[in-house]
């Protein structure tokens, strides 16, 4: 396990990568809106997150740095959560409450083709800033609070891949 700063000391010494950024994940969390509710997948992570995993907007917008910077309680909706939480309804805008905490919808998600997933298909996610969820939702015992699931990395070219691999390992050694 990581510490959520960690990623931090992770980019600055791997000058090859492009993104080094934190990821946390919570399955089965209860949500509600007030059309319908849900157990779903919340994600937190940093504003580059949409475009690394290609999350394109249908409505309003992704999270931004700013977002993240204040721990705002705001939300990014896949497609399929918008059908499951709003059923037709206008979704950006209206409360959503994750496991009781408000948070505001700022975007949804376009229907997306994947073939493949770690956790989970992307439109069946929601998606609020590290900061908040790092708050919100932190690790319950025994893990600690402050630990983060995986690390999203991207070389700054097809060239670098390897020597970003290799800066990456050298530094989780490290840590």
Not at 7 to 27: K, T
Not at 126 to 134: D, G, K, T
Request: hydrophobic residues 35%.
């Amino acid at each position: 396990r990581w510490r959520d700063t960690d990623y931090l000391s992770i980019r600055q010494e791997a000058s090859a990568c492009r993104e080094v950024i934190p990821e946390f994940g919570r399955g089965g969390m209860p949500v509600r809106s007030r059309y319908n509710n849900g157990s779903l997948m919340v994600t937190g992570s940093l504003p580059p997150f949409a475009s690394i995993r290609s999350l394109s907007i249908a409505e309003g917008r992704f999270y931004n740095d700013e977002d993240d910077a204040a721990a705002r309680r705001v939300a990014f909706i896949g497609s399929d959560v918008r059908r499951q939480l709003f059923s037709g309804q206008p979704a950006v805008g209206e409360t959503l409450h994750i496991a009781g905490v408000p948070y505001t919808v700022v975007g949804v998600m376009r229907e997306k083709g994947q073939n493949s997933s770690y956790d989970g298909k992307d439109v069946s996610k929601i998606f609020i800033p590290f900061h908040a969820v790092m708050r919100d939702f932190p690790q319950k015992p025994p893990g600690n609070p402050r630990d983060i699931d995986r690390l999203l990395v991207t070389p700054v070219s097809w060239e670098e891949h390897e020597r970003c691999k290799f800066q990456v390992r050298r530094a989780l050694g490290r840590l």
